[in-house]
């Protein structure tokens, strides 16, 4: 819900809309901890990848929480997130002597620390050989298929060195202005990159099950005033789409993902 249905001057509109008293505003990124978090709590994490695009990639807490779950993630995020491509040595300042107030507990950088550089930087040092063409899945129009680089990085959070991840890079196949798009994650080394691929990639097959809920089974078709009806219809609707994605699986899926040149 909007931060708006949360003001003062919303009070009477939001009893009309029959909402709880005890629903706050979330942001999108308490939303989905708390989600991941009942998931887990209820022990139903049964996947070990957890991705989005760069709104999620971006909250640096929300990749910490995912990494301290357990998962990996293989977020999208901006092409100005900066990164080290070495270790950034920064350390925790000395405590001078006679010198008043807290001691240091943040690190800063030393004498040799590297300067961290932005994604996008990154990109024309990849030599062609590192570049794997790599098909993710068959589409209406034919297989989706893009070429893929990584690199091993240190994360930027909060203006400090974060843990070393990967830094993949995603490019269209077209010559000229291709598409680029940047994405971070914690997997082990032994990963695959078809396999991180996949996983930062699925933001596509996400787009085509909200058409699915819309097209199918009327996920947008509500013309409500009330907040428990528009709860009713927001559950049928993706247990109905629940329904519909196993009848899907089952039936099987046109897929592709491991072939790569």
């Not at 001057?9 to 942001?27: E, L, W």
């Not at 893929?148 to 830094?167: D, H, I, M, T, Y």
């Not at 010559?175 to 971070?184: C, M, N, P, V």
């Not at 089974?217 to 009330?226: A, Q």
Request: positive net charge.
């Amino acid at each position: 819900m909007l931060s708006q249905w949360f003001e003062e001057t919303a009070a009477g509109r939001r009893k009309r809309a029959g909402i709880p008293q005890d629903v706050r505003f979330k942001t999108k990124i308490e939303l989905a901890m708390e989600m991941l978090d009942r998931a887990h709590e209820r022990g139903l994490m049964l996947f070990q990848w957890v991705s989005g695009d760069c709104a999620y990639g971006d909250a640096h807490e929300f990749r910490k929480h995912v990494a301290e779950l357990g998962k990996w993630y293989c977020f999208e995020v901006y092409y100005d997130t900066h990164v080290w491509t070495d270790d950034p040595a920064w350390k925790v300042p000395p405590v001078m002597e006679n010198r008043r107030g807290r001691k240091p507990k943040h690190p800063k950088p030393t004498e040799g620390s590297p300067p961290a550089v932005t994604a996008s930087s990154l990109v024309s040092s990849i030599p062609d050989h590192q570049w794997q063409r790599i098909c993710l899945r068959e589409g209406d129009k034919g297989p989706r298929e893009f070429e893929f680089a990584r690199l091993r990085v240190f994360e930027k959070r909060n203006g400090e060195p974060g843990p070393a991840s990967w830094l993949m890079i995603r490019r269209s196949l077209q010559t000229g202005d291709r598409e680029i798009k940047f994405y971070l994650s914690n997997a082990p080394e032994t990963v695959s990159i078809s396999e991180m691929a996949w996983a930062g990639c699925q933001r596509w097959s996400i787009e085509v099950d909200f058409k699915l809920a819309k097209g199918e089974v009327g996920i947008d078709h509500y013309e409500l005033t009330k907040y428990r009806g528009w709860y009713h219809h927001i559950t049928l609707s993706m247990l109905a789409l629940a329904f519909l994605k196993a009848v899907q699986r089952q039936w099987g899926e046109k897929m592709c993902v491991g072939y790569s040149s």
